[in-house]
Each structure stands twice: as C-alpha cells, then as structure tokens.
C-alpha cells in the first residue's frame, strides 16, 4: 500500500481550503466581499467516480466560470470565466487518487455560490488510449474499441452547473476538486440514436479521510485488478425506494496489484466490490475524520450466472432517461442491507443488457419527475430474464 500512502499525502498537500460559508472580517487580515479589496487564488482540479463499462470516457472543457449570485438576473448577468483549460480528459485515467490539474487562476476576494463547467464540441490535438486523434470532443471507447459520440443535451449546452459555495480570502489559496462521475454521466442510446453525456459532477469536501486496501480471489489470494469499488450509504427509511442506497464514491482497482483508494466524508459505508464472473463482496467501516481506512475484499468466483435485460419506456422525449439499479441484500458485517452491484443509465427507447450471478435482485429504476419503479427479478443460469421498464 505504499504507492497509495504516498498518493494521500500528496493529496493533503494539493486539496483543499474549502468552506461552504462566508469567511467573516477579523484582525488577522481576512475579508468578507468583493468590496473588502484584493485577491486570492483558486486552484482547480479533475478527479472521476469510476466505470468498468468502458475502457475510456472522454470530456472536453472549455471554460470554467464562477458566480457570486445564486439566482435571477444577477446571477445571469453575474457569470466570469475563470479558466479555460482547452484540454480533452479521459475519466477513467482519474481514479485511486490521480488528478488533473485543470489550473489556478487570481479572484477578487468575497464568497461564491455557484461555478458552471462548459464543455466544448471540438477536442485538442491530443490522442486516445488506441493511439487515434480525438475524433469528437466528448465520447467513448468501448469495449469492442468502438469510438461513439457523446451529444451533450441541449439545456446543457450554456454549462453545467455546480451549486457549490466557497470562500476566497486576501492572499489565500482554495483548492477545490471537481469528481466528474463517469458512470451516472453515459446514456445509453435510446429511439435518438445518440449516446448522451448528461454530466453528474459534485466538489470533494475533503482528501483527509480515505478508504484504501485490495481485492482479491478468494480461490488463490491472486489481486483482480479492473473490479469497481464503490462506497455506499444505506438509509431503508427514506420515502422513495432510488434513495435507499447512495453511492457516495467508487473507483476501479489498479493493475496489476488490485489496490484501490477513495476519499469520503465521515460516515458508515458498506465498501462494495463488483466484478464480471464473481460474486460481490462487502464490508461496512466507519470512516471517521482524518484517517486511513485500511479495507481489503476477498471474492469468490461465480460458479452460474445469467442475464438481466429489457426495454425503456414511457418517457416524454428522446432526450430523457432513467437510471436502473440492480441492488441485491447482503450482510456486509453487521445485518443485512441492500447494496448496488449495478447501474446503467438508458434513454428513451432503449435497451440494457446486464450479466448477473444466480440469485435475488431487486431492480430500482428512477428517472426526473416520474414515480419510481421497482421489481423483484430472480437471475438463473443461463437464462436471460426479462423486465421492460415501463413508467
């Protein structure tokens, strides 16, 4: 785990002055407000909440803007570009603590309540993970090595807004890092035709309070690299069924060693690692502020496995889409509870295929405005089992 302890350290000396109030005046030279005078720095970075879906997910940003207003024509009128970084990202190259810098830049000192990323249709000259020209500016690698288009949705176009407060002081440095979530940012393609990316993005809160171990088979101790680790919080009294389990962070298990990291604010998590052709596995840990958790997961090969798959349906445009969950109740050391082993996002129209061990699954599919669905499915082998998602 040396690698990992040094990448934390690393990360405590790059991230973040980070407050979601307004610092107050006081005697040692810190100001509330543009009108206080001066300036401090913001220091931007890009991190990813992992996918094993795909061997690559590629963003192009343009700008970054900030705003000190939080609604009405102020806010319109209100919008600054702060950077514009040009670059094409892959997501799925920021995982286990590795950050791209997206660049630091002066601000008039006060609070700000919102910033806003706009992505851009155009790559730079750059190449891809198969040694190819970027051919669009946002887009994926699947695992066929198939190059598709993402189309960003057309009230997504102005940018994509991150309603997130923070502070810049005279002469100080805040250093945020924005976690681009790869996974619940791909649509699949529905009666459109067009992959979407329909961006899911939220500001880190801290890198001093992290999950870190490995995986590994449990027949011979050997490391599985490639599996997706993910933090998940379980609340089975909430009113709607998609809130039950929320999956704060995950990331995907290095190679060739299997090791992994993640940072999270302090809570009870059920540490959950999923992998094609094995069964999952769990740990629950308090993750208590300012420590490394040591978590390591052992899995067992899955001996039969069949499919899950349908058809979505009943949503008002092709644009729209819905998120389907597969959650499956597991004792992750202390009673049982429900944990995700998969998520897929489909459009309007489309379809999902999905390989599951044998056994019980409940199936949550959730989309904007509609009533969210839910159904018991039993996975045998060798069968694909059918559940349209109609709403």
């Known amino acids: 785990m040396t690698r990992f302890v040094a990448q934390m350290k690393c990360g405590f000396l790059l991230l973040l002055a980070f407050s979601l109030s307004a610092c107050s005046s006081s005697s040692d030279g810190v100001a509330t407000g543009a009108s206080a005078g001066g300036t401090g720095t913001l220091q931007l970075s890009l991190t990813d909440a992992a996918s094993d879906a795909y061997k690559a997910i590629y963003v192009t940003i343009a700008e970054v803007q900030v705003n000190q207003h939080s609604s009405g024509d102020a806010e319109a009128a209100g919008w600054q570009t702060l950077l514009t970084p040009g670059g094409t990202y892959n997501l799925l190259e920021l995982v286990n603590g590795t950050l791209a810098s997206l660049g630091i830049a002066d601000l008039a000192v006060g609070s700000y309540t919102q910033m806003r990323l706009v992505l851009d249709n155009n790559p730079d000259v750059g190449s891809n993970i198969l040694g190819h020209a970027h051919p669009y500016g946002n887009y994926l690698i699947d695992n066929t090595d198939a190059e598709i288009e993402l189309k960003v949705p057309s009230g997504m176009q102005t940018g994509i807004k991150l309603v997130h407060g923070f502070t810049i002081v005279r002469s100080g440095a805040t250093e945020l890092v924005m976690d681009f979530d790869a996974a619940k940012s791909v649509v699949k393609a ?89 069964l999952p596995a769990c740990t629950e840990v308090n993750a208590t502020v300012f420590q490394a958790h040591i978590v390591d997961l052992v899995m067992a090969a899955a001996i039969t496995t069949g499919t899950l798959s349908g058809t979505l349906s009943g949503l008002a445009a092709a644009e729209d889409s819905a998120t389907i969950g597969i959650r499956q109740v597991m004792d992750c050391g202390n009673g049982d509870v429900q944990v995700e082993v998969q998520s897929i996002n489909v459009a309007e129209g489309g379809t999902y295929s999905l390989k599951l061990p044998v056994g019980s699954y409940k199936m949550i599919v959730s989309a904007t405005g509609k009533t969210t669905l839910e159904a018991d499915v039993e996975i045998l082998d060798g069968v694909d089992t059918v559940q349209n998602a109609v709403f």
Do not use: R
């Not at 939220?202 to 599985?224: C, F, I, Q, Y």
């Not at 997706?228 to 009294?237: E, G, I, W």
């Open 190 to 278: 529905g009666n459109s035709g067009h992959w979407l990316l329909k961006p899911t993005i939220k500001v880190l809160a801290t890198v001093e309070n992290s999950v870190t171990g490995a995986v590994t088979a449990a027949s011979d101790d050997s490391p599985l690299p490639g599996t997706l680790v993910s933090a998940q919080l379980y609340d089975p009294f909430v009113v709607d069924a998609s809130d039950v389990v929320t999956v704060e962070a995950s990331t995907i298990a290095d190679d060739p060693n299997g090791e992994y990291i993640m940072y999270l604010p302090a809570d009870t998590y059920h540490i959950v690692a999923v992998k094609e052709d094995f």
